[in-house]
C-alpha cells in the first residue's frame, strides 16, 4: 500500500472510531434522531468558515456539482432517520447487521460507477468484517429478535444501508469538486434542515449539551477524517475499514457503561480487524 493510502486509510479508521462514539451522545440527549440533528447543525455551522475559505481557490464548478452535493446532505438524513428509526422501533441485531451491508453495496458497485479497480482482498475482507459484526450483534446480543420486530428492523436498517452506500459513492465523485471541509460544512447543514422537518430541535438549553460535544467529535472531526480518506482510498477499501466502528461502539459501551462485551462479541471484534488488516496490507 502506497504512503498516500496509508494516510488514507488511517483517517477512515480514525472517522470509524470517532463514530464509535455515538452511543454516549445518543445516550445522554434527547434522542437518537433528534441528537443527529443538533450535531449535525453544529457540525455545519462550525465547519462553514473553514469550508468557505478552502471555496475560494476552486474554480467553476457548473450547477450539477451542486446539485450533487445537494443529494449527499439528503442520503445523509435519510440514513440516519432510517437507521435511528430501525434501532428505537426494531430488532437492535438485525437492525445494525442489516445496516452494515452498505460496505457490501459500495464494493459491488464503486468499480461500476466510479471506475475504481477491484482488490481481490476485498471479498475476503468484507467476508471478515460482516462475520464479526454478525457474531457482535446476533450471537453476543443473546436473541436476534430482542428489542422489537424482526421484519421492521431489517426493512429499515435495508433502507439506511442503501442511502448510506449512496452517500459514500456521491462524496467519493464530488470529492474531484469540493475540499473536505466544503464537503462535511455544507452536506451537514443540508441533512439537519432536512431532518430538522421531521425531528424539530428541543427548547431546553440541556438537551443541545452532548449532542453539540457529538457534533465537534464525532460529525465535524470524524467528517473531515472521513472525507480526507477517501479522497486517497478506493471505495471498497474505506468500505471495510468503517466496520470498525462496531468494535469502538463496543468499547465505549464497556468503559462508558459497564457494559461487558461476550466471548462471541471479542471474536467478532477480532474478525473485523483482521479485516481491516487486509485492507491496510494491501499493496498497491
Known sequence: MTRERRIGAACVAGAAALWGLWPLWVRRGPGGATTATIALLVAGVVGAPLALRQGRSARARGLVPWLLLGALGLTGAANVWCYFRALAEGAVAPAVLSHYLAPVLVAVFAPLLLGEPRSRRTPVALALA????????????????????????????SSSALFYAANVLLAKRLARAFSD???????????????????????????????????LVSTLGAGLLYFAGIRR?????AGVLTYLEPVAALGVGWVAFGEAPTAAAALGGALILAGGLLVVTAPG
Open 130 to 157: 460482516l462475520g464479526g459484526t454478525a457474531a457482535m450483534v446476533l450471537i453476543g446480543s443473546g436473541s436476534p429478535a430482542a428489542g422489537g420486530p424482526l421484519q421492521k428492523a431489517l426493512v429499515l436498517g
Open 181 to 215: 471541509g466544503e464537503l462535511l460544512a455544507y452536506h451537514a447543514l443540508v441533512a439537519a434542515a432536512a431532518l430538522a422537518l421531521v425531528t424539530g430541535l428541543p427548547a431546553r438549553a440541556t438537551d443541545w449539551i452532548w449532542p453539540t460535544i457529538g457534533g
Open 233 to 237: 482510498l478506493p471505495a471498497e477499501q
